[in-house]
């Protein structure tokens, strides 16, 4: 099976035909299988990550035919096209900077109050909200992240615009970074000058890029506009410029 797995090294874009071969007849394998198998053989330096191999670390996720997949979990068919994630800075091959988002949320996620770390008396709608595995897939199309670089993606910046510094945190959020905010405000145990505080901090990361957006999809079936942007939206409203 022909699968074209795309690489990168020092902004120099390459596309390898790669010729998986499957280990039994009917094998329907996985992206991060067909990667391993390519590493193994004909390409040992192609850089990609993966982790729990379980759908449960995040890290895997490359674009399958220009759409976010957690490679782990994710079949391929012949003609594929395995490429990094379009909306976060490519650093090698499949491998994404990842760092700009985390570092945005230092500072952010503070509730307010002491407690005890399992939570038991907390809403269904929280435990919900852990379910996030920081895959970044729910970044794919959505105009708040585009922001950090001038409305398109990293590939994509205008001439003479400068990216923007993952290593500073980036300025706008996204769709995980919202659903990390509005965990912190239906946690019980937070005190409402900590819910105050979350929701400022969405409307500071550009919530009102929400108001007119088509929405955004989560990776892992999370309702990211039932539960997310649909409720920061409500208790913002008359907040947003
Ligand atoms: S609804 Fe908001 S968070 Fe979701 S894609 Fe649109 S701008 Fe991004
Ligand atoms: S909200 Fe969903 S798509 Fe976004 S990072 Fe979390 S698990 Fe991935
Ligand atoms: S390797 Fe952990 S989610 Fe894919």
Known sequence: MKVDIVT???GEEAVV?????????????????????AQAT???????RYGCRARNCGVCTIDINGKPRIACRS???????????ATLPVLADLVVRRDGI???MHGRLANGAQGNDLNVDAPDVYHDLTACIECYACLDGCPMHARNFAGG????????????????????????????LQRIRV??????????????NAIELGLDACVDCAGCK?????????????????????KLE
Not at 17 to 37: G, I, S, W
């Open 102 to 104: 985390a570092r945005q």
């Open 42 to 48: 004909s390409m040992p330096d192609l850089a990609f």
């Open 75 to 85: 079949r391929v068919r012949e003609g594929d096209r395995l490429a990094p994630m």
């Open 218 to 238: 989560c990776g892992v079936g999370i309702d990211l506009m039932g539960q997310v942007v649909g409720q920061l939206l409500e208790a913002a409203s008359g």
């Open 187 to 200: 946690d019980p145990l937070t005190t409402e000058a900590g819910q105050n505080a979350a929701l400022a």
């Open 17 to 37: 035909a790669f010729e998986y071969e499957k280990r039994e007849l009917r094998e329907k394998p996985m992206a991060l299988d067909v990667l391993l198998q």
């Open 153 to 180: 993606l990293p590939g994509s910046m205008p001439d003479g615009e400068a990216q923007p510094d993952p290593a500073q945190g980036y300025k706008w959020g996204n769709p995980f970074s919202l659903l990390k």
């Open 8 to 10: 990168r090294r020092d």
